[in-house]
């Protein structure tokens, strides 16, 4: 198999990344506004970024719940838009709520948080927050449409997503205390 080396999985990965930015670039390259391609850059990054950490830490498990949240996301969130047909606030379609970019986004951030930990869930969520951001400045989404990609996009992960076997760094929260809570799973 292609994968039996840790570089080799890490230039597949960086082949799979540099692949889809191409699709996606030559497609959106009509765009105009810097803070939209920015965002539709990350939409397809964080993602990305998140099944491409599978390979690169041989997770044959996160892969699979990866592909269950992923799926399960898309498959919610493009029902729901079918369904309810809501008008986009520039009026170029009826596919407004709930937001693709944003769900896809927060499940990629989300999937890296429960996974594998704080510390690669906070980037991506910053990341994802953003990704919502630039649909609403874009004028494709409104703030309902994307609150509810990323509720979309964090459940579907949540749900699916059991974390790695390895140290997860989590902040805790308890009766005015604060902290960083570390652990090792076996």
Same mark, same amino acid.
């Given at each position: 198999?292609?994968?039996?080396t840790?570089?080799?999985?890490?230039?597949?990965?960086?082949?799979? $990344? +540099?692949?889809?930015? !191409?699709?996606?670039?030559?497609?959106?390259?009509?765009?105009? =506004?810097?803070?939209?391609k #920015?965002?539709?850059?990350?939409?397809?990054?964080?993602?990305?970024?998140?099944?491409?950490?599978?390979?690169?830490?041989?997770?044959?498990?996160?892969?699979?719940?990866?592909?269950?949240?992923?799926?399960?996301? $898309? +498959?919610?969130?493009? !029902?729901?838009?079918?369904?309810?047909?809501?008008?986009?606030? =520039?009026?170029?379609?009826? #596919?407004?709520?709930?937001?693709?970019?944003?769900?896809?986004?927060?499940?990629?951030?989300?999937?890296?948080?429960?996974?594998y930990?704080?510390?690669?869930?906070?980037?991506?969520?910053?990341?994802?927050?953003?990704?919502?951001?630039?649909?609403?400045?874009?004028?494709?989404?409104?703030?309902?449409?994307?609150?509810?990609?990323?509720?979309?996009?964090?459940?579907?992960?949540?749900?699916?997503?059991?974390?790695y076997?390895?140290?997860?760094?989590?902040?805790?929260?308890?009766?005015?205390?604060?902290?960083?809570?570390?652990?090792?799973?076996?």
């Amino acid at each position: 198999m292609i994968y039996k080396t840790r570089q080799n999985r890490f230039l597949c990965t960086i082949l799979i $990344l +540099a692949t889809c930015m !191409g699709i996606f670039f030559s497609q959106s390259a009509a765009a105009s =506004d810097t803070i939209e391609k #920015s965002g539709d850059a990350l939409v397809v990054l964080i993602p990305a970024i998140a099944y491409g950490t599978t390979f690169y830490l041989d997770d044959d498990e996160g892969r699979t719940q990866f592909y269950k949240s992923f799926f399960t996301n $898309l +498959a919610v969130t493009q !029902g729901l838009k079918s369904t309810i047909k809501k008008e986009r606030p =520039d009026g170029s379609d009826k #596919s407004s709520f709930p937001s693709g970019h944003t769900s896809i986004a927060f499940q990629g951030a989300t999937f890296l948080y429960k996974r594998y930990g704080f510390k690669y869930g906070i980037p991506a969520y910053i990341g994802a927050a953003f990704v919502g951001y630039s649909r609403v400045q874009a004028d494709k989404h409104y703030i309902e449409d994307v609150l509810a990609g990323a509720a979309i996009g964090t459940i579907s992960s949540l749900y699916f997503t059991e974390p790695y076997k390895g140290v997860t760094v989590t902040p805790t929260a308890n009766n005015g205390y604060y902290g960083i809570t570390v652990s090792k799973n076996w």
